[in-house]
């Protein structure tokens, strides 16, 4: 088991980040959180879960060992994959799943790119119990710089996390106004806020 990584963070993408560790580069899918917080040629650690199947070998980059844990504790849930688990805590941070599967807010849960209502009832049921065990998020972190290619890397982003092709473009056209505002605006921002239209619809 992998449980954390520590090195010299080489790439960022919207939902990945390379880190060198021992003059390997290693690869780690993560939220749109946890890639705010990186910078290109400067150091970090990350708390990793490694999922293993049969035809691949995935490591999970989180900002926090609580990301991680509410990661791996919604894997336990029926039906929900690594791809869903980490779409879940790129729309809800931790603590706000927390409180919508403990208090049974399915509308909240169904935010989520991928559950339904039926699928949201069923991580109610066999999560409530269990969700006291994970601790809350952490605050979200300092932007990374962005890349040219904004609009392309968001929308291939939310696609990745599960939205609809045609979701993931009317987001972009939302959220470009921060981009005209301040073309410095990092791609990890910018994803972040397109998640947070997604989520008001």
């Given at each position: 088991m992998i449980a954390s990584l520590s090195g010299t963070?080489?790439?960022?993408g919207p939902t990945s980040a390379v880190v060198e560790v021992g003059g390997l580069g290693v690869l780690a899918l993560c939220s749109p959180n946890t890639v705010a917080g990186l910078r290109v040629g400067h150091r970090a650690t990350l708390a990793t879960s490694l999922v293993v199947r049969e035809d691949s070998l995935t490591l999970y980059g989180f900002a926090t060992a609580d990301e991680r844990e509410f990661f791996e504790l919604l894997l336990t849930a029926t039906g929900v994959g690594p791809k869903l688990a980490q779409a879940a805590l790129a729309v809800l941070p931790p603590d706000e799943l927390r409180?919508?599967?403990?208090?049974?807010?399915?509308?909240?849960?169904?935010?989520?790119?991928?559950?339904?209502?039926?699928?949201?009832?069923?991580?109610?049921?066999?999560?409530?119990?269990?969700?006291?065990?994970?601790?809350?998020?952490?605050?979200p972190h300092a932007p990374?710089?962005?890349?040219?290619?904004?609009?392309?890397?968001?929308?291939?982003?939310?696609?990745?996390?599960g939205w609809p092709?045609?979701?993931a473009d009317a987001a972009c056209t939302e959220v470009e106004p921060?981009?005209?505002?301040?073309?410095?605006?990092?791609?990890a921002v910018l994803m972040r806020a397109a998640l947070q239209t997604l989520a008001r619809r």
């Open positions: 963070v080489m790439q960022v409180t919508a599967i403990a208090s049974e807010n399915l509308v909240a849960l169904m935010r989520v790119p991928g559950v339904g209502r039926k699928g949201a009832q069923r991580m109610v049921i066999e999560l409530k119990d269990k969700i006291n065990t994970v601790g809350l998020s952490s605050e990374v710089g962005t890349g040219p290619a904004w609009r392309d890397q968001v929308t291939q982003g939310l696609i990745g996390l092709a045609k979701d921060l981009m005209r505002d301040d073309p410095s605006t990092s791609v």
